[in-house]
């Protein structure tokens, strides 16, 4: 796999995610090394002038009016990251953690930060090598920048803390032996820039992005094998009514579900039939999903410009030169933008569960009740839609915006903060919850199809019922449907019907 080079300026999410999910080598550029480099001396500069300077040699929040007297600034250094690194509750995911080591990186990589070449290349190692710092995942607020959890990241550079690698959890100077890394030692500032930015929520972020995109298309899929078990029809998705309201996501969306049903034998079958309109369930679809995916797209747009932004304080300027304390650890921009992709996801959950329960309620289809052949005796995927509904409902409760809380911490120097960590951290139980609701209607189209036999679904629908049958058999009697739903889940992780769903466009 070729290198990814990072210089502070053009990284994107998917170099995220495969850096992160893939083991993308990293490297750095020349041009950032040259940056870094004039930015040090900025900093080795002032100091020798005895300026004061915020960070470097004062403390820090409340304390910023203490002077640290110049022998000591490196010892202040380390004391930041062990008095900062306090954190709480469950670790971060693998791939949250090396995002997070990536997105610091290359903010630290633009040369407004003042550290020396050696901090970057000592969180390249990381990702290279496969060490991967255990951080706790609770105790951010997102302001200061995401202090607590990149306090656990600052500590591991210095030899200290906990690792995982290889598979195991070591103590943070054996891991960094054993993978022949070398330990560094904090100069002036360098554990602050460590620390200050919005690594910790702009990592959740851009994972998130990744499973939002996924979920996206896969609902179309499954939205699109819905309409044909239900015999549903396409005009909904006539291009001509959503070029008269043209948002982008909502054009995607119908010109993915036409592609989706082109060639069905189902809904031919039933051209002329009476019914003038369809349910906003199926009829909608280009609407909602569509809104889903502008959500995406402003939220991918919010987050590949913070990845690419110096988000330390204070900053310093080399070409000036100057050094300014500022804000721009504040995580406003992430928060709002996480708290958006949470609601999105959830509404993509609220209409999948709409589906299901159209596809089982008999009063609702065609279809035999509850999608058995022999309802009474048999309750089929009754209680599918119960646990769809569940899942649906506690999605609402993640979806509460976590950006319009604050509270003042630091003795009330920091008044206003983000709650970015918290707006990230809430949105993958709302992802697990969709992936399981979108497998829920997957699983129950198909056996909706099944009983509209010999009749076969359109040129995309035809694939995403046979990933579906390949490895979940047809209900011909009760069973538990635990192990069917996982298999799908499983699918979904896997991008299998992402990949049917571009497929069909490209066809």
Not at 1 to 10: F, K, R, V, W, Y
Not at 127 to 145: C, D, E, W, Y
Not at 258 to 283: F, G, M, N, P, W
Not at 491 to 499: H, L, P, Q, V
Request: aromatic share 4%.
């Amino acid at each position: 796999m070729q290198d990814l080079e990072i210089s502070g300026h053009d990284l994107t999410v998917r170099d995220i995610v495969r850096v992160a999910r893939e083991n993308q080598p990293v490297v750095l550029s020349e041009e950032a090394r040259a940056q870094l480099r004039r930015s040090r001396e900025s900093v080795t500069r002032a100091l020798a002038e005895d300026r004061t300077i915020y960070g470097v040699n004062t403390g820090f929040g409340k304390l910023a009016d203490v002077r640290i007297d110049a022998e000591k600034v490196r010892e202040l250094q380390v004391n930041l990251a062990r008095s900062h690194a306090c954190g709480v509750g469950p670790p971060l995911a693998k791939d949250v953690v090396r995002a997070m080591i990536l997105i610091r990186a290359n903010a630290l990589a633009k040369g407004y930060s003042g550290i020396r070449v050696e901090v970057v290349e000592a969180l390249i190692q990381l990702l290279n090598k496969s060490v991967t710092p255990v951080i706790p995942s609770r105790g951010s607020v997102g302001a200061s920048g995401d202090l607590t959890p990149a306090a656990h990241l600052a500590l591991v550079l210095v030899g200290e803390g906990f690792v995982e690698y290889r598979g195991q959890v070591f103590p943070s100077m054996l891991a960094l032996c054993k993978a022949g890394i070398l330990s560094i030692s904090f100069e002036a500032k360098e554990g602050l820039a460590i620390l200050n930015g919005t690594h910790g929520c702009s990592a959740l972020a851009s994972i998130a992005l990744a499973e939002m995109e996924n979920l996206i298309l896969t609902a179309e899929v499954a939205g699109a094998l819905s309409l044909e078990a239900l015999k549903g029809t396409r005009s909904a998705f006539d291009l001509r009514i959503h070029r008269i309201r043209p948002h982008a996501g909502q054009i995607e969306s119908a010109t993915t579900l036409l592609a989706l049903t082109r060639d069905s034998e189902i809904i031919a079958s039933h051209k002329d039939c009476k019914k003038v309109q369809d349910a906003y369930s199926l009829r909608c679809m280009p609407q909602v999903h569509g809104a889903a995916r502008t959500a995406w797209r402003h939220a991918l747009q919010v987050v590949e410009t913070e990845v690419n932004s110096a988000t330390d304080n204070p900053l310093v300027f080399p070409e000036e030169p100057a050094v300014v304390s500022g804000g721009n650890f504040h995580a406003e921009p992430i928060a709002l933008v996480l708290d958006y992709i949470a609601i999105a996801l959830t509404e993509l959950g609220n209409i999948s569960e709409r589906r299901i329960e159209r596809l089982v309620n008999p009063d609702l289809s065609e279809l035999p009740a509850f999608l058995t052949s022999q309802p009474g005796l048999e309750s089929g995927f009754m209680m599918n839609q119960v646990v769809a509904a569940a899942l649906a409902s506690e999605n609402k409760v993640y979806s509460h915006p976590a950006s319009v809380d604050t509270i003042p911490t630091e003795a009330n120097m920091e008044d206003h903060v983000s709650m970015g960590m918290h707006a990230g951290l809430k949105v993958f139980p709302i992802v697990e919850n969709v992936k399981n609701v979108l497998a829920i209607e997957l699983m129950c189209a198909a056996q909706g199809i099944d009983f509209l036999a010999p009749l076969k679904p359109g040129w995309g629908t035809a694939r995403a019922y046979a990933a579906v049958r390949e490895d979940i058999p047809s209900l011909t009697r009760d069973r538990s449907t635990s192990v069917d739903i996982g298999r799908i889940v499983q699918k979904i992780n896997a991008g299998e019907f992402k990949r049917i769903a571009r497929e069909a466009l490209n066809k």
